[in-house]
């Protein structure tokens, strides 16, 4: 897929791999949602920075997060993003996600995250 959003994807998941907390926080709106999981949400691009450094403190600095696939639905100003993630780290067996993004357009800033949900549906299950 070669949609400006799709780049940006991949720029963050290249930005989360080498721990550019910087590039990465370029890519949210200032009030982004970041779903840390399940139950658990940073909003706003100084809580959303805060849980990147201690996402990869959990991962022992070995996160590596690209895209198997993905979708870019684009209806004016906002897009839904349907992705298959898969996540890797030293510490834990490979993931693969049905992650949901929502991109909107802003006249300045051009394409901005303004929800970051790597979960996608998993939302919906009884926590264990």
């Known amino acids: 897929m070669h949609h400006p959003i799709a780049e940006l994807i991949t720029k963050?998941?290249?930005a989360i791999t080498h721990e550019d907390v910087d590039t990465l926080m370029s890519i949210?709106?200032?009030?982004?949602?970041?779903?840390i999981k399940p139950g658990m949400n940073a909003v706003g691009k100084a809580k959303i920075n805060k849980a990147?450094?201690?996402?990869?403190?959990?991962f022992e600095?070995?996160?590596?997060?690209?895209?198997?696939?993905?979708?870019?639905?684009?209806?004016?100003?906002?897009?839904?993003?349907?992705a298959k993630?898969?996540?890797?780290?030293a510490n834990q067996p490979e993931i693969e996600r049905k992650a949901t993004y929502v991109f909107k357009h802003f006249a300045?800033?051009?394409?901005?995250?303004?929800?970051d949900n790597s979960h996608g549906h998993d939302l919906?299950?009884?926590s264990a």
């Open 28 to 35: 949210y709106a200032d009030d982004a949602v970041l779903v």
């Open 85 to 89: 993630t898969i996540v890797k780290a």
């Open 52 to 58: 990147f450094i201690a996402i990869a403190a959990y």
């Open 108 to 115: 300045r800033q051009g394409w901005l995250c303004v929800i």
């Open 12 to 14: 963050a998941d290249s």
């Open 61 to 82: 600095h070995s996160l590596n997060v690209t895209q198997a696939g993905m979708e870019v639905l684009e209806s004016g100003d906002t897009a839904l993003v349907l």
């Open 124 to 126: 919906l299950e009884p």
